[in-house]
């Protein structure tokens, strides 16, 4: 069997066997591949056992981008499997990004930019003993060397080891694991390592790795856009001009002070004009503006040097580094594949510019086509052209749709087509009959179950409704929870396996993908279309996508709100002992451009009565 010498387990299916073949061909082949493939399929082994057994016998590495951190255990996991039963010798470790990694207390709350601006002022102004001891000229210290050599022979090494002994040691976390990534051959970490070209630029070149030495595996791939997209977005509101204003006064910045001052009155200007909530603003609308108070020539050297001057004061937070990085980027940036929209700002930051990108592919399309192979995997990559397309794949990729390794009579699926979330029918009544349906529902299924809502508002009018009828525990969704709290909501909701529990979230939300609850979940109610509001973005993002493939409102509008419920769906069949009831709930669904995004392999039936089958379906 092709591809498959040191492959982590002593069975493999049929299907994992073919993705296997498919991911052997591509390494070998020097071809990209984009897998649309369910849950369960065992994407992570079957991609990883061929990638690495290339890299072994090539001077190559395998990179493993995903942002799921359970994703990174997995992939070292499965190292450790490989190495175990087939006695194999290589290293593999996890890198995440520097902040989160630094042996300072206080930096991993920071935002990036500070964090950043923080970092470099310590190590340029000598103030980072952890880096002071790392470092020997341009070169790795003879103390981390030592300090791999001893852990080396522990690896697969997750993030977590290199802080530990970067503490223990007094050296930097971050490049200790720079060290080990010169000679690993699997490297599991986060999209910006390789989709954010400044960081991107610096790593490789940190590890002595060009492009065509990697042999690149993307997780969670229909995320990968919309995080590149807004990696590659730089937002400046007044509020922080106003700060860099005050910060160049503590420091006597007079060089810089008239343009700051012409930022602040030109946006106040601009905002002042406004009619509504945005407007678009020009290129040259804005350079104009600033360029009165200092000439471009001149601007780019004087926010240098007052950066250097913040940065090296040790200051962990400078509104001058974050305003200089905007004035970058706005300068960098070209006109088409950027929108530049004025609107008003939530938490008192009043008005805001952005630079938002629309077009990922400037930031992809390129490295791909270096690297010796790609792959990027999803079990919501449907349709799989729309990705290529978006991210600037080569023509010669492989698209593949692989079905779900478990058996249909596992799932029911259905549309319940007499209400809808549109827009123009929103009302209390229509909340009134989602509640009705959804409770008749979740009272119905022996055991737990999950409603998504296109939004908190639509959430929160539903569950007003809800409450009363429904006979189960409900568990609620809140944005302003954070990562501990939503974990301690998720253990509370897997106790009520056998009486039964609802819990309510938004499609776009933290529990809308990502959550494994397997044998927990009976059913999942995906309630209306998650669709981005039409503001200024999304319409300049159906403009652009109409400019380049003639499918601007697929691909900026429709596509992406279908990605959400697909993902949602997902929640509910996670192992081949699961069962559940998938019900999609809106009149839209039977139509022709949405019901196609259902994958292949599903047997969507129509009901106006959802609770007869779902009777039989658990009987």
Not at 46 to 63: E, G, R
Not at 230 to 241: F, M, N, P, Q
Not at 539 to 564: S, V
Request: with cysteine; aromatic share 8%; charged share 25%.
């Amino acid at each position: 069997m092709a591809g498959d010498s040191h492959f982590p387990h002593d069975t493999i299916r049929p299907i994992q066997q073919e993705f296997v073949n498919v991911v052997d061909h591509c390494v070998k082949n020097k071809t990209h591949l984009i897998a649309h493939a369910p849950t369960g399929l065992g994407k992570t082994a079957a991609a990883l056992a061929p990638a690495i057994s290339y890299a072994l016998d090539k001077d190559m590495a395998v990179v493993f981008v995903t942002p799921r951190h359970t994703q990174h255990l997995i992939a070292l996991r499965t190292a450790r499997e490989m190495k175990d039963k087939h006695k194999l010798s290589f290293s593999a470790l996890s890198i995440i990004g520097k902040r989160q990694m630094c042996a300072h207390q206080g930096t991993a709350i920071m935002p990036s930019d500070d964090f950043s601006a923080y970092c470099k002022g310590m190590r340029e102004g000598g103030h980072c003993l952890q880096y002071i001891n790392s470092r020997s000229g341009t070169n790795f210290s003879m103390m981390v060397k030592a300090a791999i050599k001893e852990i080396e022979p522990l690896s697969p090494l997750a993030a977590e080891r290199f802080v530990q002994v970067g503490i223990e040691k007094t050296l930097c976390p971050y490049e200790l694991a720079l060290h080990a990534c010169e000679r690993a051959k699997l490297i599991v970490t986060d999209y910006h390592y390789l989709f954010k070209s400044e960081i991107r630029d610096k790593f490789l070149a940190r590890i002595n790795r060009k492009p065509e030495q990697l042999i690149v595996i993307v997780d969670e791939g229909h995320n990968l856009p919309g995080r590149v997209r807004e990696s590659l977005t730089h937002r400046l509101s007044i509020t922080a001009v106003r700060r860099a204003i005050q910060e160049a006064k503590d420091f006597h910045l007079d060089s810089i002070m008239p343009v700051l001052q012409e930022m602040d009155a030109t946006l106040t200007k601009l905002g002042r004009s406004m009619d509504g909530d945005e407007r678009l603003v020009t290129y040259d609308e804005w350079e104009a503006a600033i360029a009165k108070a200092m000439p471009v020539e001149m601007r780019e050297p004087a926010f240098s040097e007052a950066t250097r001057i913040v940065n090296e004061s040790n200051k962990k937070f400078s509104s001058i580094a974050r305003v200089h990085k905007f004035l970058v980027a706005w300068r960098q940036s070209t006109q088409d594949s950027f929108a530049r929209i004025l609107s008003i700002a939530q938490q008192n930051q009043g008005w805001v510019l952005s630079l938002r990108c629309l077009d990922p592919s400037i930031a992809t399309s390129e490295f791909i086509k270096r690297t010796h192979c790609t792959i990027m995997m999803s079990g919501t990559l449907v349709p799989t052209t729309m990705f290529a397309q978006q991210l600037g794949f080569p023509d010669n990729t492989i698209e593949k749709e692989f079905g779900s390794p478990f058996p249909d009579s596992n799932k029911l699926c259905l549309i319940q087509p007499t209400i809808t979330t549109k827009y123009a029918k929103r009302d209390d009544n229509q909340y009134q009959k989602i509640a009705k349906e959804c409770a008749t529902i979740a009272n119905t299924i022996p055991g737990c179950s999950a409603i998504f809502f296109p939004s908190y508002a639509i959430l929160d009018f539903v569950n007003r409704h809800f409450e009363p009828l429904c006979k189960k525990t409900i568990f609620r969704e809140d944005p302003s929870m954070i990562k501990e709290e939503r974990a301690a909501l998720l253990e509370r909701f897997k106790g009520y396996g056998v009486s039964g529990a609802v819990l309510l979230g938004v499609a776009s939300g933290s529990f809308g993908e990502g959550i494994d609850l397997p044998g927990i979940l009976k059913a999942v109610v995906v309630v209306g279309i998650p669709l981005d509001r039409p503001n200024l973005e999304t319409q300049e993002l159906i403009k652009y996508y109409d400019r380049l493939f003639g499918k601007g409102w697929d691909y900026g509008y429709t596509l992406p709100a279908l990605m959400r419920t697909m993902q949602n769906a997902g929640r509910c069949i996670r192992s081949e002992t699961d069962r559940g009831v998938l019900i999609f709930l809106d009149e839209r669904y039977l139509w022709p451009n949405y019901k196609r995004c259902f994958p292949s392999d599903w047997t969507m039936k129509v009901t106006l009565d959802p609770v007869p089958l779902i009777e039989r379906f658990f009987s």
